[in-house]
């Protein structure tokens, strides 16, 4: 396949920090939301989960697809490959499970409180459905957010790079 230049390079890289940018900043948005809801205000959690799902969709998604199709763009189109250095490999793997724990756990608990907060209104404040669902979205979100933090640490010391050998001459 052919690859991309140095030009080509210069453009993937700034499209996929800001795509990168986005997810994460998506991510910690939706934290600090949460975070600050009075669960004994139905209005105030309402108005936050709605603001919760709008960021979801337009941003965090967005940047999570992005950030995909960036990565095989990078695994496809570039030297670095999928798994030819051990920590590209690693990221994309905790890259992967991140977007499973996002879409399977986090995306599908805030969808299930907001339905419980559309047809239940202030009773679903005493739920307990609603209060699990709450606290383990929260956990899966702290996760979500330390794989990511971990992904950044990974990407600039770049750890597991193999030991260039020394050349030994023979006479």
Known sequence: ???IGPNGMKWLKMIH???VVMFFG?????????MQLDLTKYDEVYLGYKNIVIISEY???WGAIGTLVISFVYGFFTNWGFFKHRWVGVKFVLYIIQTI?????VDELMMANMELL????QLALSNPAFIRNHEI???AVYFQVAVTIFVFIIS???????KKTPVTKQV
């Open 17 to 19: 920090v800001f795509l």
């Open 156 to 162: 600039f010391i770049r750890p597991w790079r193999k």
């Open 137 to 139: 979205r929260h956990y």
């Open 26 to 34: 998506g991510i910690l948005s939706s934290v600090s939301l949460s």
């Open 101 to 105: 724990v996002g879409i399977f756990i």
């Open 59 to 61: 941003v965090v998604k």
């Open 118 to 121: 559309e047809t239940q209104k």
């Open 1 to 3: 396949m052919k690859k």
